[in-house]
């Protein structure tokens, strides 16, 4: 509360915390740009407040806030986006929300057109996941460390779903597999630097004719041995009917 000459008034907590935020910067500020980034900041946590605080939001939040912005770069859409999905996932708390921004930073997401693009990534990914469980034939969800192998191959290897499942085809011949017999035969071919499906399947070819090829010269060798070994007795048999 604050004493006035005519009497006492009531103070709303979260303008007063976000007056000591913004308005001193704003005054103090002669940039015309940096006075309406503050304004349209001040905006955004306003807007987070209402939709997701009910307009009680602690006093403690606006600091966070601010120290993410600084910290990460977001634009005030992308800030109100990542409490927005906190919130859809009924994790609206400082630990959550510091580990999802830390996982948008690490994506080089600042601006609402980043997030956009991660997220179709992200659907993409999802869409390939649920396709090879299907082909693997799991009726199930996968769990977390499969996940993981899948955004391996896609993400760090960049492979795409014609090549990966040239390795599920490897499973058909098993009664039981797991998922790092998948990856190291995957892995084995990036190892190999094979970009491509037609990489692999010529890869897989030249290493399917190998025992063949490996065969033929063994026979042209014993063969060129045994020609060796008559030419020998030959030249060892005219030499003792000479003596």
Known sequence: MTKKTTG?????????????????????????????????????I????TSFFQGVMSPSWYNDIDLWFKKYGFDEQVMIALFRYCFEHSALHRN?????????????????SDLDLYYQKEEKLNALKKSIGKKLGLNRMLTQYEEAYIEKWVVDFGYS??????????????????FDYIDK??????????????????????????PKAIKELEKKSYQNYEQRSYDNL????????KA
Do not use: C
């Not at 976000?18 to 349209?40: G, M």
């Not at 959550?96 to 609402?112: L, P």
């Open 46 to 49: 306003e807007a987070i407040n």
């Open 8 to 44: 006492f008034i009531v103070n709303h907590l979260q303008e007063v915390e976000l007056h000591k935020l913004y308005k001193p910067r704003v005054s103090v500020l002669a940039d015309t740009k940096k006075s309406e980034e503050n304004q349209y900041r001040a905006k955004a």
């Open 185 to 210: 035969i995957v892995s084995g071919w990036k190892e190999h630097h094979l970009k491509t499906a037609s990489d692999v399947q010529k890869f897989l070819e030249d290493m399917k004719n190998k």
């Open 161 to 178: 779903l014609d090549v990966i499942e040239l390795a599920l085809k490897k499973t058909t011949s098993k009664s039981s597999f797991s």
């Open 96 to 112: 959550y929300i510091q580990t999802v921004a830390d996982a948008w930073h690490k994506n080089h997401i600042t601006t609402f």
């Open 234 to 241: 030959d030249s060892l048999y005219a030499n003792v009917q």
